[in-house]
C-alpha cells in the first residue's frame, strides 16, 4: 500500500509518531485512512502503537472492503499456504476467525492456536511431505489443533521433500 522507500523510512519510528505528522500536515487525513484502509479513531491502535491490534483492525477493514466490492460470501474463503505462505494462512486464521470456510496448510512454521471459540469455527486441513524438515511441526501444529478442540486432518506425502509435488491435490 505504501512505496518500499516510504516505508524503510518509518520502519524505524512509531506509527503515533508517524500518523501525528501526516495527520498535521494533511488537512484531508481522514479520507486518506480511508482510501487505504486504515482504521484512525482516536481510540484505535495507530495512536498506542499496538501494532498486532493494527494488524487486526486493518485486516477487518480489508475483509469488509472485499466483501462490500465483490460481495464475497465469506463462508466460502479458503486460506491456502505453502511454506512462509503456511504460517500467514493460519496466522491470519487464526486472527480473522470470520473466514469460515477452510485453512489448508504445507510445510510451514506455525505458531500455538488459540482456545477461542470463534477460530474453532475454520477446518484446518494440515499436510508436509516426510522428507521435509518441517514435517515434524507440522505434525505437531495438528496434535496441537486437535487438543484445542479443532476441526482438522492431517496427510503426510510419502517420500516428499520440501517442493510441491504432485501428489499433492
Known amino acids: 500500500f505504501i512505496p518500499s522507500s516510504l516505508n524503510k523510512e518509518i520502519s524505524k519510528r512509531k506509527p503515533s509518531d508517524y ?20 482504521p484512525s479513531g482516536q481510540d484505535l491502535s495507530i495512536w498506542d502503537d499496538n501494532y498486532d491490534m493494527f494488524l487486526e483492525q486493518r485486516g477487518k477493514e480489508i475483509i469488509k472492503e472485499v466483501e462490500n466490492e465483490f460481495s464475497v460470501d465469506m463462508t466460502k474463503i479458503y486460506l491456502v499456504g505453502y511454506s512462509g505462505g ?12 470470520f473466514i469460515k470456510a477452510a485453512c489448508i496448510l504445507s510445510a510451514g512454521e506455525y505458531d500455538p492456536p488459540p482456545s477461542s471459540m470463534e477460530s474453532k469455527k475454520v477446518k484446518y486441513l494440515v499436510g508436509a511431505g516426510e522428507e521435509d524438515k518441517r514435517y515434524k511441526g507440522m505434525k505437531e501444529l495438528y ?5 484445542k478442540g479443532y476441526d482438522a486432518d492431517f496427510e503426510s506425502f510419502p517420500f516428499v521433500g520440501h517442493v510441491l509435488h504432485s ?3
Not at 143 to 147: A, F, H, I, W
Open 19 to 38: 500518523f501525528n505528522e501526516y495527520k498535521k500536515k494533511n488537512d484531508k487525513f481522514e479520507d486518506s485512512m480511508k482510501t487505504h484502509l486504515i
Open 86 to 97: 503456511a504460517q500467514f494462512a493460519h496466522r491470519f486464521a487464526f486472527k480473522h476467525p
Open 167 to 169: 501428489s499433492i491435490k
Open 143 to 147: 496434535n496441537s489443533l486437535k487438543r
